[in-house]
């Protein structure tokens, strides 16, 4: 399984990723940033990370993923810093050789560390 992990404070274009050889089959999620958090009208959120944690802590739920719907290859880029209203703030893609993961159990398993 080939894991890529990606901290960047730059827009995230998903579509330029290249699949992986042998891939059948691409899932996709974004985490976009809301206009609103708790009820009250927000310009963007701020993401501070401390890499080498974070780095440990997707890996993690990527190896626990993986155990339960095994694909090819993880590719997970998270940004930090001041992140706008309308922006991805999580891309998620997820390669398989026939067929697609379960995206809803992919994102259910990240969502809950």
């Known amino acids: 399984m080939d894991v890529k992990i990606q901290f960047t404070n730059q827009t995230i274009c998903g579509s330029?990723?290249?699949?992986?050889d042998g891939v059948g089959a691409v899932v996709e999620f974004?985490?976009?940033?809301?206009?609103?958090e708790r009820e009250a009208k927000i310009s963007g959120l701020m993401y501070e990370i401390y890499e080498p944690m974070a780095d440990r802590?997707?890996?993690r739920i990527v190896e626990e993923l993986?155990?339960?719907?095994?694909?090819?290859?993880f590719l997970v880029v998270h940004r930090h810093g001041l992140v706008p209203v309308?922006?991805?703030?999580?891309y998620v893609r997820i390669e398989a050789r026939h067929h697609?993961?379960?995206?809803?159990?992919?994102?259910?398993t990240y969502e809950s560390s």
Request: proline residues 11%; charged residues 20%; hydrophobic residues 40%.
């Open 16 to 20: 330029d990723f290249a699949p992986s």
């Open 30 to 36: 974004r985490g976009i940033v809301r206009g609103v």
């Open 57 to 59: 802590m997707v890996r």
């Open 66 to 73: 993986n155990a339960e719907y095994p694909c090819l290859a």
């Open 86 to 90: 309308g922006e991805t703030a999580i």
């Open 100 to 108: 697609a993961p379960k995206p809803s159990g992919c994102w259910s």
